[in-house]
Structures are given as C-alpha cells and as structure tokens.
C-alpha cells in the first residue's frame, strides 16, 4: 500500500473514530413504537381487506427500517391506502462482525423483483412503489421489470453528493482493516425536531454493505431510462448525502419523470422541513388521474 492511501486511512479512521464516539455520546432514543425499526409492517385501511385498495409498497433506505416511511404511511393510509413496508435483508441491525457475503447486487435484484411480483398478484387495485434512499436504487430497477402503475423515489441514491468514487474506493481499502463503521448518516436532518424523532435501523454500517450499495446504483442508473409509469422524483439540493443534482441530470430526459426539489431540507426528507410538502405533492401524483 503506498504512503498516500496509508494517510488516507489514517485520517479516515481517525475521523470515524471520533464521530462514532460523539454518537456514543448522544445515544438517540427508540420510537415509543419501536417494531417500527424492528420488524415489517402492513397497514390496511378500517373496513378493508388486502385486496380491495389501493396498494403502496415502501422500500426503506440503507442501514434504515420501515420508520423512514412512518409519516408517509400513516397519512396514506387514513387516504385509503393499503401500505406495505418490508425489511430489506442485511439492512437492520448491521454489526462489525456479521457476514454479509449473502447480500450482493443479485440477491437484492432478485429480492426486490420477487416482493414487486407478489404485491402486484396479490392486490386487484393499483399497485405504487415508494423508494426512499438505497429504496429508491432498488426501486428503480424493479419499475422496469414489473408492471407497477407508478413510481415515487424520495432522495434516490445513486451517487454520493461528493467524492463518490474516490471514498466508494477507500471503503475497500478500509475493509481490509475494519469490517464496519458508525452510521455517520444519523444526522441527515436540518430539523432539530425530525433529528430528534427519526432513528435508523441500524447504527453501523458494514463496508461491504456499502460496496453492494454502490454497484447496485450502477445498474439503477441504466435502467431509468427504460422507465415507462409515471414517476415521481423528490429531493433537496442541500443534500449531504446522495447527490440530487445527479439525480436531476439522470432524470431530466426521462418524459415521464416529475422533479421536485426543495431547498431547506438534507437526505431524510420525511423528517425534515419539507416533510409536509413532500407528503401533500405525494399524494397529489398517487391521486391524479385515478378515476
């Protein structure tokens, strides 16, 4: 290894040191709810069954849980929306020593592509896909295979907002010293009340949790293209976490895509200044054209 990477490191893990250390120092406290961050969850509105609304299938962020999607599901639902919201494999609970060789590229495809299918057999209404985060990269490979009615990305990951091949590479060269990393993502919340409501489903992040998160966007990226509903695309260019600037140029020459972008926000948008905003323009695309 030469001298500049072994700097690199070097300051790398004197950096994720420190940071993990004033989180240790600031525990978050769990939802009052906590299956919420626990375990899937499936809301079906009163007097309803599974098959006679409206479906919206929410696919969390990286290192996330269900409770990304709590504030949107919840108003949907009291809408009369039937909302689904699975565990992504590999995604809650990550620790520095658990084996993650399982959940490449492939098995998520895979994973996301069987759950799209299922939802769509299952339900004799519409069928949506909400994708939030590392949500947003698997649903955008699975709009392409399945025949959903529309798509709804919040804050899509399909780059970093800075430097992204250059830490996605030093992530490699870290994993050969540390198999995981606090969960510096934690504090993507402008709003000091979102900060404080919102907690992750994991507090650590495996490195070759990263890795898989990154070759997935590669092939998220050539799938918008192909994308043939109606989408969706919601983001903050204040976003310190993926960039929605890419974003933007990636969807600005698909005809069926809608771009929102707000400004006081940063990645966690359901929990941040622009939630409310985020929610009423939701709703507005899921109902337009229904009748």
């Known amino acids: 290894m030469s001298l500049l990477k072994k700097i690199v490191?070097?300051?790398?893990?004197?950096?994720?040191?420190?940071?993990?250390?004033?989180?240790?120092?600031?525990?978050?406290n769990k939802p009052a709810d906590d299956s919420w961050v626990k375990v899937e969850k499936q809301l079906i509105p009163d007097n309803m069954t599974v098959t006679d609304t409206d479906t919206v299938l929410m696919i969390h962020g990286f290192a996330g849980s269900p409770f990304d999607f709590k504030p949107l599901a919840v108003k949907l639902?009291?809408?009369?929306?039937?909302?689904?919201?699975?565990?992504?494999?590999?995604?809650?609970?990550?620790?520095?020593?658990?084996?993650?060789?399982?959940?490449?590229?492939?098995?998520?495809?895979?994973?996301?592509?069987?759950?799209?299918?299922?939802?769509?057999?299952?339900?004799?209404?519409?069928?949506?896909?909400?994708?939030?985060?590392?949500?947003?990269?698997?649903?955008?490979i699975a709009a392409v295979s399945n025949k959903i009615d529309k798509l709804i990305l919040i804050a899509?990951?399909?780059?970093?907002?800075t430097a992204n091949d250059f830490i996605w590479k030093s992530s490699h060269w870290l994993s050969k010293i540390i198999n995981g990393v606090p969960n510096l993502t934690l504090g993507?919340?402008?709003?000091?009340?979102?900060?404080?409501?919102?907690?992750?489903?994991?507090?650590?992040i495996r490195l070759d949790a990263y890795d898989s998160l990154e070759r997935l966007a590669q092939t998220a990226v050539k799938c918008i293209p192909e994308i043939e509903v109606p989408i969706l695309v919601l983001g903050s260019k204040n976003d310190k976490v993926a960039?929605?600037?890419?974003?933007?140029?990636?969807?600005?020459?698909?005809?069926?895509?809608?771009?929102i972008?707000?400004?006081?926000?940063?990645?966690?948008?359901?929990?941040?200044?622009?939630?409310?905003?985020?929610?009423?323009?939701?709703?507005?695309?899921l109902e337009k054209d229904k009748d």
């Open 243 to 259: 960039s929605f600037e890419y974003t933007k140029e990636l969807f600005n020459s698909n005809k069926n895509a809608k771009i």
């Open 156 to 161: 899509p990951f399909y780059s970093l907002t």
């Open 77 to 140: 639902t009291n809408l009369g929306y039937r909302v689904v919201l699975p565990t992504t494999p590999g995604q809650l609970n990550q620790d520095y020593s658990s084996d993650y060789h399982d959940y490449q590229p492939e098995y998520y495809i895979n994973w996301i592509n069987n759950l799209v299918s299922n939802e769509i057999k299952k339900s004799n209404g519409r069928v949506y896909l909400a994708g939030f985060s590392m949500g947003g990269t698997l649903s955008t």
């Open 9 to 28: 490191l070097l300051i790398l893990l004197i950096f994720i040191a420190g940071w993990g250390l004033v989180k240790l120092a600031l525990p978050k």
């Open 261 to 285: 972008e707000y400004e006081k926000s940063n990645h966690v948008l359901l929990y941040d200044y622009d939630k409310e905003s985020a929610i009423s323009n939701i709703v507005l695309f």
């Open 188 to 204: 993507a919340i402008n709003d000091p009340k979102g900060d404080a409501e919102y907690y992750p489903g994991s507090e650590v």
